[in-house]
């Protein structure tokens, strides 16, 4: 994958009114993390912006599969989704060998995670909830995974996030890095979630998976569809972890 296709070379900048602001006063924690000053921006070098790219040779098929990958022989609780998309570069263009990671709750909404405790939700022995995959030739990446239960945080008084699915997608170089979420349109908690909100109005809906019939599996699970773009007028919004 070109470098310039994750957003961060220096012909293909990221349109940073797409993106959330580093201070949105809604979501709390941007207030502590992010920084007072101006950002000076640092043009990347060409060793920066290109690599070997990710350890093909430790992404397996059975990896994409979060129902059954924590290992224990037993199929993971809750509704059956397949999530699938394409990548794609600021001019439309399908980005091959993009390693796509995911991280999500389970169907109750609960991580597996030893820093999880306040959230008093069943855990599922049969879901790590994380998984990964590469992009083919044609930019396709899919995941079978469960639909995550929404859960709450400590951001205001009876806040719940929404329904989402964390992502991380990873060109040739660490540099080269999208880091968004995943959320599932019609869910009626997206307008009231200031993590989804504190994206601009006019990109936010670029988070949505929409539900695809074509993609669904008879007698087995929904299907819903999720395009990634990485840079350009019709960037998906990431978070932000650079200028
Ligand atoms: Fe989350």
């Given at each position: 994958?070109?470098?310039?296709?994750?957003?961060?070379?220096?012909?293909?900048?990221?349109?940073?009114?797409?993106?959330?602001?580093?201070?949105?006063?809604?979501?709390?924690?941007?207030?502590?993390?992010?920084?007072e000053?101006?950002?000076?921006?640092?043009l990347?070098?060409?060793?920066?912006?290109?690599?070997?790219?990710?350890?093909?040779?430790?992404?397996?098929?059975?990896?994409?599969?979060?129902?059954?990958?924590?290992?224990?022989?037993?199929?993971?609780?809750?509704?059956?989704?397949?999530?699938?998309?394409?990548?794609?570069?600021?001019?439309?263009?399908?980005?091959?060998?993009?390693?796509?990671?995911?991280?999500?709750?389970?169907?109750?909404?609960?991580?597996?995670?030893?820093?999880?405790?306040?959230?008093?939700?069943?855990?599922d022995?049969?879901?790590?909830?994380?998984?990964?995959?590469?992009?083919?030739?044609?930019g396709?990446?899919?995941?079978?995974?469960?639909?995550?239960?929404?859960?709450?945080?400590?951001?205001?008084?009876?806040?719940?996030?929404?329904?989402?699915?964390?992502?991380?997608?990873?060109?040739?170089?660490?540099?080269?890095?999208?880091?968004?979420?995943?959320?599932?349109?019609?869910?009626?908690?997206?307008?009231?979630?200031?993590?989804?909100?504190?994206?601009?109005?006019?990109?936010?809906?670029r988070?949505?998976?929409?539900?695809?019939?074509?993609?669904?599996?008879?007698?087995?699970?929904?299907?819903?569809?999720?395009?990634?773009?990485?840079a350009?007028?019709?960037?998906?919004?990431?978070?932000r972890?650079?200028?």
């Open positions: 994958m070109a470098s310039d296709r994750v957003g961060s070379g220096d012909d293909v900048r990221r349109a940073h009114d797409d993106h959330p602001p580093f201070r949105y006063p809604d979501y709390k924690s941007t207030m502590a993390r992010s920084p000053r101006d950002m000076v921006t640092v990347r070098t060409l060793s920066e912006r290109t690599g070997p790219g990710p350890a093909w040779s430790a992404v397996e098929d059975d990896d994409a599969d979060l129902t059954t990958n924590a290992g224990t022989g037993g199929r993971a609780i809750g509704a059956r989704i397949v999530v699938t998309g394409r990548v794609l570069d600021a001019h439309g263009a399908p980005v091959p060998d993009t390693l796509v990671e995911i991280w999500q709750a389970n169907a109750a909404g609960r991580y597996t995670h030893w820093r999880e405790t306040e959230y008093d939700a069943p855990l022995p049969n879901f790590l909830g994380v998984g990964q995959c590469h992009t083919d030739a044609d396709i990446y899919e995941f079978l995974t469960i639909r995550p239960g929404p859960y709450p945080w400590g951001n205001h008084p009876n806040a719940w996030r929404p329904a989402h699915v964390h992502l991380s997608l990873l060109g040739p170089a660490l540099g080269s890095r999208l880091v968004t979420q995943l959320y599932f349109a019609g869910d009626p908690m997206l307008e009231l979630d200031p993590i989804y909100c504190s994206a601009p109005p006019h990109s936010r809906h988070m949505l998976a929409h539900y695809d019939h074509d993609v669904s599996v008879e007698n087995w699970a929904t299907g819903w569809r999720f395009d990634i773009v990485l350009g007028e019709h960037a998906t919004p990431g978070e972890q650079d200028d």
